[in-house]
């Protein structure tokens, strides 16, 4: 079993930084992807940043030049750094991550969830 665990959330005062962290644990082969979601009250939940075990990263267009997605492979772990908050950035993040286990089946999972909140 693999299990998320997110870590960084708080509130921020608008124009500030946050930095989000993920660990991944358990036992399985590699993670292919990890990528941070968030869901606003009300909102469906939407793709912030990914990246790939190669480092390839893609960002959504709301955050483009304000966060940052990086991962450290031999810690199983990823960051989101976002930077220039704003208000509209409030929302609950999820780590996630699509992991291939040892018989090289590939699953996804999330973690529990980090609050952000960012005052005006």
């Known amino acids: 079993q693999v299990q998320l665990v997110e870590s960084g959330g708080g509130l921020v005062q608008a124009g500030g930084s946050l930095r989000l962290s993920c660990v991944a644990s358990g036992s399985f082969f590699s993670i292919v992807r990890m990528s941070w979601y968030r869901q606003a009250p009300g909102k469906q939940r939407e793709l912030v940043a990914t990246i790939t075990s190669g480092g390839t990263t893609d960002y959504a267009d709301s955050v483009k030049g304000r966060f940052t997605i990086s991962r450290d492979n031999a810690k199983n772990t990823t960051a989101l750094q976002m930077n220039k908050l704003a208000p509209e950035d409030t929302a609950v993040y999820y780590c996630?991550?699509?992991?291939?286990?040892?018989?090289?089946?590939?699953?996804?999972?999330w973690g529990q969830g980090t609050q952000v909140t960012v005052s005006s």
């Open positions: 996630n991550a699509d992991v291939t286990n040892h018989q090289l089946y590939t699953y996804r999972y």
